[in-house]
């Protein structure tokens, strides 16, 4: 009996798929945290991220790189 394997994806495709899951999950936490601000865990994570300016910033960059990725994505 022999198994064989169909490779679905491309090697560039999973950088992609992982890249968003991080990326998504990236701006989640630096997001959730300035939706609600009055949160337990909010004041926790913006502390953690060294303040709410530095939040604010992560966040932007993270879109900003999120965004690259769909572009590169349509690109392709």
């Given at each position: 009996?022999?198994?064989?394997?169909?490779?679905?994806?491309?090697p560039?495709?999973?950088?992609?798929?992982?890249?968003?899951i991080?990326?998504?999950?990236?701006l989640?936490?630096?997001?959730?945290?300035q939706?609600?601000?009055?949160?337990?865990?909010?004041?926790?994570l913006?502390d953690?991220?060294?303040?709410?300016f530095?939040?604010?910033?992560?966040?932007?960059?993270?879109?900003v790189?999120f965004s690259?990725?769909?572009v590169?994505?349509?690109?392709?």
């Open positions: 009996m022999t198994t064989e394997y169909v490779v679905r994806f491309s560039w495709a999973r950088v992609q798929h992982a890249a968003i991080v990326l998504f999950g990236l989640l936490l630096t997001g959730m945290p939706k609600w601000p009055t949160a337990g865990l909010s004041v926790w913006v953690a991220m060294g303040g709410i530095a939040a604010r910033w992560l966040h932007r960059a993270v879109g790189v690259g990725l769909v590169a994505h349509l690109v392709v």
